[in-house]
């Protein structure tokens, strides 16, 4: 049985080498633990591959860039990176976690030039992220919180400062039996969930809010294509909330959450149809394949 994530067997890759899974630890005094000056992506693998895994490393650095650091490892570095944590740890099938974080350093204001940039990544088996829902659907509480406008915050980063209002959001979800939330954005137009984006069916059509303050995601952007090509319409729009009401069916995409169905958002339900069986079976496949 596997202990808390502090407290496993395994390796880690960290700046650069594999150290003892319960050795990878940051000074208290770690920049990005009190100004949230870190980015991380979140990875599959599937039969030893990663799944999209240059387009990882690829949004990692942009993020960083977005953030105001770079970081010292190149996609080909990080790519191989990735894959030696896999080796060590013994695993073809995981969730992968690449992170980089401005460090402990000179510096312990606001600013953090003088600090080095850390990379990490560590990984691990991970089950369905929604647990049964995928077969059930999955039912969202609808947040207080609103994805913030571009001009307050670099939005097409996968930044840990973007996160803060996700995990109160997920523990709102979960205090009322929900898997996770829905969040409108700063307009008031549906955004997306947690740690996944949306896609509603109404009339054989899909429509799928436009990814214009909030993250663009690889999952996303593979269903578009995958539906696209299977001749159907999508719909990349803002969708008010009342439209909800007029949705058949409804599912997330990301790559932890893989293609989930949704039974509920707060009074609205969605059947847990064709469409959405369809293209959740057809995305196992093609991330397989
Ligand atoms: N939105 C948020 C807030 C996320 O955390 C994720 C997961 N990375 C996604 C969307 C989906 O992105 P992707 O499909 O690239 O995993």
Not at 124 to 139: I, L
Not at 191 to 206: D, L, P, R, W, Y
Request: net charge negative.
């Amino acid at each position: 049985m596997a202990g808390g994530y502090d407290d496993r067997d395994g390796k880690i890759w960290m700046d650069g080498k594999l150290v003892e899974w319960r050795d990878a630890n940051v000074h208290l005094l770690t920049h990005a633990m009190h100004y949230a000056s870190s980015v991380f992506e979140g990875e599959r693998a599937y039969n030893g591959k990663i799944f999209r895994s240059e387009d990882h490393s690829i949004r990692l650095r942009k993020s960083a860039e977005l953030i105001d650091f770079e970081i010292p490892y190149t996609v080909e570095e990080i790519e191989a990176a990735k894959y030696e944590t896999m080796k060590a740890n013994g695993l073809t099938d995981a969730y992968v976690r690449a992170i980089a974080w401005r460090g402990a350093g000179e510096d312990m204001g606001v600013a953090s030039a003088r600090n080095p940039v850390r990379f990490a990544v560590a990984a691990w088996e991970w089950g369905n992220y929604y647990g049964d829902a995928k077969f059930k659907g999955a039912k969202l509480d609808i947040s207080k919180w609103k994805r913030p406008s571009p001009e307050t915050i670099p939005c097409d980063a996968k930044a840990a400062g973007l996160y803060m209002i996700c995990t109160m959001s997920k523990h709102a979800a979960e205090a009322k039996g929900c898997s996770d939330a829905m969040m409108f954005d700063y307009r008031g137009y549906v955004a997306e969930a947690t740690g996944a984006n949306m896609f509603f069916v109404k009339n054989g059509e899909v429509h799928t809010p436009l990814a214009d303050c909030f993250l663009n995601g690889l999952t996303r952007q593979t269903v578009i294509g995958m539906l696209k090509e299977k001749g159907i319409t999508v719909h990349e729009r803002h969708i008010m909330p009342e439209e909800l009401e007029g949705f058949e069916q409804c599912w997330l995409t990301g790559t932890a959450a893989e293609v989930t169905p949704v039974g509920q958002i707060g009074d609205y339900n969605f059947e847990v149809g064709a469409m959405a069986r369809d293209i959740s079976e057809s995305y196992e496949k093609l991330v397989r394949s």
